[in-house]
């Protein structure tokens, strides 16, 4: 018999945990029929999500202490936390991504435990396969065969892993040579001195320098990207821009900006970030896709900034001469004489360059290839519940709801998180999500429009869940 219950959060990460945590801490009274949230989490343990589940302690927020709250409205809540555990804590600290991860689990942990009676957190281990259209709501349908039927389904799912690397050779992969999730992959295997090739520049590549270099990794670090850029540091004491947002709110007038702000750009962009959502809605459809050509990969290393320490022993490796960046792209590897070469069709060079190597690791990224193609969104896709926007970023949302395959919003079907990405762009971080998660809650629970504890239907045709329900399926595949 399929379980009822009244908002199906798919995805147990950082998005889903959130969002599940907010329906909580705001469901105040329900009614005699209670309240229920099911939190669907394929992996043992809902609360992390890939990266803040990481073991490794070299990995590192990328963003300070003092603005990765969980509240909107208490900017120093995760400070306060962490200094219950971790001693002299300052908000311009960069902190472990595993504590943040254990802040995540104990936040939906006290939202659980203080609850009013009535409400309950569904915990679901599997995996989302089928969302169907049913009376009232939706079936979501798990790997295991089991079911929830929802009033409400909330789409979490977090990054998608990268695109697999091309033109690798079978044998390479079978001895593990290639490591195509870093975040996933501990890098066990480490070559004390061979070399090390990662595709990609960005903030993944960063973690795997740093993991490289805690395993006592003394070789050579090759890494290749399309624009060879460098992810840009954070300062302990940035330059304050003065002024307000931009008045042209045009491609070339925020980029003139910008430009302006000379060495405040930090704080330009910091500035401009809550707006950021705003300001990408009101770009052409033309000036969105210049921007995707021409700009992005500069927004990224800009915007994506790395912590002081992370970006110091990049620094000293640069100047050692073992880290060696290529603009350029890894078009395949095959096996060598001590390990592999690795094909690198460097920009400006008509010759393939190879490369030899002992490990390849993929850095390139979330795929939004992998993002769309997965069962749960195929089936969206192809039941017409979902679209893809026009920019190849993925989904088409507005206001956090699905567009469905006749361009209208699909009822009581929300997203938070990256999948929102077409529509804000900014959607990838938690000053962005914990708003998008805040807001979903309120919206599902009616308190944004009628300012009420709850505006929910009646709920006679509801069960009354448990306190706390744990139920366990398979992950299919």
Known sequence: MDRRVDVAVVGGGASGTLTAAWLLRLCGHCGPDGFSVALIERRARAGAGVAYGTKRPEHLLNVPAGRMSVDPADPFHFVRWARARVRGVSPGAFLQRRLYGEYLRSFLEVAEQAAPAGAALVRVRGEAVRIRRRRGGYRVELGSGDALLARWVVLATGNASPDPLPGIAPALRARGAVVEEPWRAALDEVPELGTVVLVGSGLTALDAVATLRARGHRGKIVAVSRHGLLPKSHLAVAPVRSG???????????????????????AALDAIRPASGELWGGLTRRERARFLRHLRAHWDVHRHRAPPSIHAVVRE???????????????????????????????????????????????????VAGMLGTPLMRGLLEDGLASVDRSGLGLRTQGGVLVDARGLSAPRLMTVGPLRRAELWETTAIPEIRVQAKEIAERILGRAATGHPAALEPRHHLTAPARVRTTAASRSG
Do not use: D
Not at 245 to 263: I, Q
């Open 317 to 367: 490796l640069l100047e050692a001469g073992r880290l060696e960046v290529i603009a350029g792209r890894m078009v395949g590897a095959v096996p060598g004489r001590r390990g592999m070469q690795v094909r690198i069709h460097k920009r400006g060079e008509a010759r393939l360059r190879s490369q030899a190597a002992e490990l390849l690791v993929n850095c390139t990224g979330p795929s």
């Open 244 to 266: 307000g947002l931009p008045r042209r709110r045009t491609l070339r007038g925020l980029l003139a900006w910008l430009r302006e702000s000379g060495g405040a750009w930090r």
